[in-house]
């Protein structure tokens, strides 16, 4: 990153971190429809990716990205994201209502949903999901299983956005864009050791 310029109060890296968090609630905003929250968290990644390239990190660029994102394709996604959602939390209620084997079928369901939850959210990092949702979800599948490291940031992103929501609930609309960050970070990361060997 370049250094800080002559009068410049604050260095590259505030500046990220407050482009970051202007980011992250448009993307809140943005994820308000429910249907449209793989196209905005995909949609900050890509935008946050293109921070490496030189390209300006705005909300304003964001917005119109997402104005061009928001197709059928991207709304199938949405939908079958709030379904598998939805599933999870009737298996989950069935398992409370006292079923014969309900803790082993809790655990079980718990561990899919949080496999699927973990590809979703690789693959709204990965660049295909600007274009091509089913080549990003086998993509975000095959680094799921092959880069384990990657996965357990993800999961401790996903935690640490989580916790932030649950001590302070305002900071739940800013909590996208550092989670997109991370997401970003670790398909950089995938990509980088990929090249190297």
């Known amino acids: 990153m370049p250094t800080r310029e002559a009068g410049e109060v604050f260095g590259p890296r505030m500046t990220l971190f407050a482009d970051v968090l202007s980011i992250g609630l448009a993307t809140a905003v943005a994820c308000l429809p429910l249907v449209t929250v793989p196209a905005a968290l995909s949609t900050a990644c890509a935008v946050l990716r293109g921070a490496g390239r030189d390209q300006p990190v705005t909300a304003g660029r964001y917005v119109a990205l997402l104005r061009r994102r928001l197709r059928a394709g ?55 999901s600007l ?31 989580a916790l932030c929501a649950w001590m302070l609930l305002p900071l739940a609309f800013l909590a996208p864009g550092p989670l997109a960050l991370a997401l970003t970070a670790v398909d950089v990361r995938r990509s980088a050791g990929v090249l190297l060997h």
């Open 74 to 128: 991207d709304l199938a996604a949405g939908a079958v994201a709030l379904a598998g959602l939805l599933l999870l939390a009737a298996d989950l209620a069935l398992a409370r209502a006292g079923l014969p084997g309900a803790p082993l079928f809790a655990v079980a369901a718990a561990v899919i949903g949080g496999c699927a939850a973990l590809v979703g959210l690789r693959a709204c990092g990965r660049p295909e």
């Open 131 to 161: 274009t091509d949702w089913r080549a990003a979800v086998r993509g975000a599948g095959r680094d799921a299983v092959a880069d384990v490291g990657g996965s357990g940031l993800v999961l401790l992103a996903v935690a640490t956005a």
